[in-house]
């Protein structure tokens, strides 16, 4: 790798450990009751999204999606609605994430950079429709918090275009899924 390169790694770990700050600092002096009553409750779609983007990129868990897009699916808003902006916010923040482990890739030591490449070696012998699916199949229907595999692909060095279709997909996917059975459940009651 280039010492040019090496520069920008550096500097865009720097940018998004900065933003993630940031965002953590607005949360820790706004509570979100503050938040929603200056952005109104007519803009709840850029609450959710902002929500589910930020506890997807700050937190190892995407539960904090989850009570918006019920909240949302209570308020009489249709499902795949509810679904479709909270998955995208979710999908921005595990993206978001996957850019800053792909940033810091190179501060592990010689013994981690080995691993790393190793684990990339098998990855790229696998046929790329295989692992985008099982990228697909973790996001989409898995509980388990997203920035596990986000993070571990990225820090092993495996494309970003080949991580962006099945992410996104998954996310909305899930998203959607949680919503539906939230609509199911209002409905019951």
């Known amino acids: 790798m280039t010492q040019k390169q090496q520069i920008f790694r550096r500097i865009t770990f720097v940018f998004l450990l900065l933003l993630m700050l940031g965002i953590l600092a607005l949360f820790i002096f ?8 200056r952005i109104g409750v007519r803009n709840t779609f850029v609450v959710t999204f902002i929500i589910s983007m930020v506890g997807a990129f700050t937190s190892l868990t995407k539960f904090s999606a989850y009570p918006m897009v019920i909240a949302l699916v209570a308020g009489q808003i249709h499902p795949l609605v509810a679904g479709t902006v909270a998955g995208l916010g979710l999908a921005s923040g595990d993206l978001l994430f996957f850019l800053f482990g792909h940033s810091a890739k190179d501060l592990t030591t010689v013994k981690g950079q080995r691993i790393q ?28 918090p997203n920035n596990l595999l986000s993070g571990a692909l990225a820090f092993t060095g495996y494309p ?23 609509y199911r459940g209002v409905s019951i009651v």
């Open 160 to 182: 970003f275009r080949k991580v962006v279709v099945p992410l996104i997909l998954g996310d909305v996917t899930f998203c959607i899924l949680v919503a539906w059975l939230a």
């Open 117 to 144: 490449e190793r684990i990339l070696k098998k990855l790229e012998g696998m046929k790329s429709l295989y692992v985008q699916g099982l990228i697909f199949l973790y996001m989409g229907v898995s509980p388990f």
């Open 30 to 37: 706004y509570n979100p009751r503050e938040m929603i009553l």
